[in-house]
């Protein structure tokens, strides 16, 4: 019984990380999407920094490693990219490398929990 515990514990510890983890899918429709997205040409204009992961297990939880998932029910996040920074809920700018990736407005942390 007591290593039946420990499983259940285990499933729901896993379960938890795994839920917070950038499994992002892109909508066709803006209605679909948690979070609408604008991608910026400098980093100075950035929200957040992404680094685009080949591995659904390179993903990182909320540092801004995102792994593209191929089907909506993979993802955690599903984002709308839309066309004017005006309409985006959260602006990105894409990094060619893991340790670029980051927040810089730490605020806006919540659109992708």
Avoid at 23 to 52: I, M, R, T, W
Avoid at 63 to 77: D, I, L
């Amino acid at each position: 019984m007591h290593f039946m515990k420990k499983l259940i514990f285990f499933l729901f510890l896993f379960n938890q990380v795994e839920a917070i983890a950038q499994k992002v899918f892109p909508v066709k429709y803006e209605g679909q999407a948690d979070v609408k997205v604008f991608v910026v040409k400098y980093e100075s204009q950035a929200d957040l920094k992404v680094y685009k992961v080949a591995y659904e297990a390179q993903a990182k939880e909320n540092e801004g490693r995102w792994y593209f998932a191929k089907y909506p029910a993979q993802a955690e996040k599903k984002v709308f990219f839309v066309s004017y920074e005006g309409q985006a809920d959260l602006k990105i700018f894409f990094v060619d490398y893991p340790a670029q990736a980051g927040w810089k407005k730490k605020e806006k942390m919540y659109l992708m929990e």
